[in-house]
């Protein structure tokens, strides 16, 4: 099966640190995503990757960056880390455009 | 752009019964359509997708249907279970280069024991 790891499941960062967010997927996917879920908005695309080096905005980059190097990994990258950036963040990979995702556990950052 | 709406936002259900949710799309070009399940805690999970070239799809207690007419997509469960409990997020796509899945805001089922 394919796994995608996030290095951390709970973290508690304070307003104004750079926050780096990692995420490591074992199986060659192309594509990469970073959401963000709060309650009663769902999931919600901040920046995603077809390929190495490469990073498109998606509906929410406002305040994020993303690092992609290598084709296995994709950071998520919070510039000056704000209260309203608290979240559950969660990564995700795929084969191919038009292929479903697998996605991490989830990362819960709360910004004190 | 596309545009996928789940509704209502919950959904109870007894132990037993069955449960249909069911998706809204926008894109006529949308030609895949999977459904996510998300524990508490977890990630989302993909359970069953499926592609505009079929109309069902099962997978032992579950199935989807969809109608590429009225532009809708549902997901049933038969036989529910207290574990079947959880956030269900329908999505939808189409084929081209940098695609991307669109999703629903999800559905929170409560199976009643």
């Known amino acids: 099966d394919v796994k995608v790891t996030q290095s951390s499941r709970y973290l508690v960062k304070r307003t104004g640190e750079k926050v780096f967010l990692e995420c490591v997927q074992d199986m060659d996917h192309e594509n990469m995503f970073w959401y963000r879920q709060d309650p009663g908005l769902g999931l919600r695309l901040i920046y995603f990757?077809?390929?190495?080096?490469?990073?498109e905005k998606g509906d929410i980059p406002e305040g994020y960056s993303v690092s992609r190097e290598k084709k296995e990994r994709f950071s998520l990258i919070l510039e000056s880390a704000s209260t309203n950036q608290t979240s559950m963040y969660l990564c995700?990979?795929?084969?191919?455009?038009?292929?479903?995702?697998?996605f991490g556990s989830g990362t819960r950052l709360t910004v004190v | 752009g596309e545009n996928v709406e789940q509704h209502p936002s919950t959904l109870s259900v007894q132990e037993g019964d069955s449960a249909v949710i069911k998706c809204t799309y926008s894109d006529s070009a949308s030609n895949y359509f999977p459904w996510y399940k998300q524990e508490l805690g977890k990630g989302p999970q993909l359970i069953i997708d499926i592609r505009s070239n079929v109309g069902e799809k099962k997978d032992q207690r579950i199935a989807v249907t969809l109608n590429k007419t009225a532009k809708h997509f549902s997901l049933h469960i038969t036989e529910t279970q207290p574990e079947d409990s959880a956030v269900y997020f329908c999505?939808?796509?189409?084929?081209?280069?940098?695609?991307?899945?669109?999703f629903g805001k999800g559905i929170t089922l409560s199976v009643r024991p």
């Open positions: 990757s077809y390929d190495v080096k490469m990073k």
């Open positions: 999505a939808a796509s189409r084929n081209g280069a940098n695609s991307k899945l669109t």
């Open positions: 995700a990979s795929s084969l191919g455009t038009g292929d479903g995702y697998t």
